[in-house]
């Protein structure tokens, strides 16, 4: 059952003031205002879920190559205010903590998706670093998470399919969402906060054509920092722009793939909570989202069969064209540019028949069978949209022809485990988050952080988190 109660104050504030706001503004009074005690019960639970499954991604992430040059170029730079990187002995500036936390969270694509990105890679990180520098409780930063998703939710709503005119959404939004949810932790005004969000927006950006390579992961690192050091400088007192979103000059007309962006209607923050609206969707495999459902299903249909490559002449899958557009390395040659290959996830369905981490390194990409099943997968890309999350279509399907000429067929895919409303229970959770840290914890050191972060609510500060002194040692580092 989803809750929606929250103070009669906030409520009244928001239906007095937002409404009659123009929406900079909007997000900046929002943002003065929101409170732990205004929170559904639904965005707690989520925020917890978030905060955990990102941290468990971020050990997962920490040996990739981008995460190790980032750590060799930050770790040999200690600054004042120290904070841990991705929790471990090793202590940066909370800036620099964000940014290679963020990146180290989305090195390896296993973090969760919504909102036609990624926003936990860039929200928990931001949060963690800055949340430990100020000493901030596990409430107030469960209040930034819900506080930084709201804000991204309010602007992503305002216009769609990013990705199609080029940009990375992660990047773009998360940006001004970090810098939200760190307001929320210095607890500025509404006027420094809307200079926050407006510093921040001049940080946006992030290319798409950088999938499938480093450089799509720092996209989550750089949103993080900068997030952060936006609501540094406006607390400081930094100027800037008093209608950055509306202005016609702004954010919104910058970054709308068709200049038709929505600059005028009346913000919706606390009145329809947008991360009880839409939520998370949980990944189960290390890959581009747009993947998991067509991947999950061939599987399943193929189970049992004893089919082998040769048996299959063709596959044919039919999915939404803002899927595709994210989707464009047809003949992938590296784990990483096979996260946004869906012959790779055909390939991998077929001659595999899982799509793990390990499933996910370059020498596996490069099999003799997996390189040759990639011409016989077909793409059909509809132009339909899911209100529910619009980077999506509603449903899919995969047909598979076999070379005897009989088809099997998929039926219409609409939801994958782990999807926003069909999620992981408690102990699915803990199975991902256990095998995300196998390299850098013991099981009595994981469950103890698994549990640590399922109680985010009641912890003190983030030092709670307990410190992980394996994380950046040569035994957890990835072969480059």
Known sequence: MITTERSGSFLEAVESGHSKMALT?????????????????????????????TIGVMMAGVGEPVVNILYEELSGKPMAGQTRAVLSSTRISAVEAALISGTAAHALDYDD???????????????????????SSGKEMVTAYVAGYEVWAELVRRSANYHRKGWHPTSVFGVVGASAAASVLRRLAADRAVAALAIAASHAGGLAVNFGTMTKPFHAGLAARDGVFSARLASAGATASKDTFENRQGFLTAFSPDASADWDSPARLGEDWHLVRHRLCVKRYPTCYFMHRSFDATVKMLEGRGLRPEDIAGITVTMGAGQTAVLV?????????AKFSEQ???????????????????????????????PKVRINAVDEYDERDPAHSPSESVAVTLTDGSVLDTGPIVSIRGHAYDPLTTEELWAKFRDCTSKTHTDAEARLLFDRSQSIVDLNSALDLPTCERVFQAECLAAE
């Open 329 to 337: 390395n047809e003949r992938p040659q590296t784990g990483l540019e």
């Open 344 to 374: 790779f996830a055909m390939a991998a369905a077929v001659v595999l028949g899982t799509m793990g981490i390990d499933d996910l390194r370059d020498e596996v990409v490069q099999r003799p069978e997996i390189q040759a099943f990639f």
């Open 25 to 53: 503004a909007a997000l900046g009074a929002f943002l003065e205002r929101i409170r732990f005690e205004d929170l559904p019960d639904d965005a707690v639970a989520l925020a917890r879920d978030a905060f955990t499954d």
């Open 113 to 135: 998706q919504s909102l036609t990105g990624h926003p936990s890679a860039v929200l928990v990180p931001a949060i963690l670093a800055e949340g430990e520098h100020l000493r």
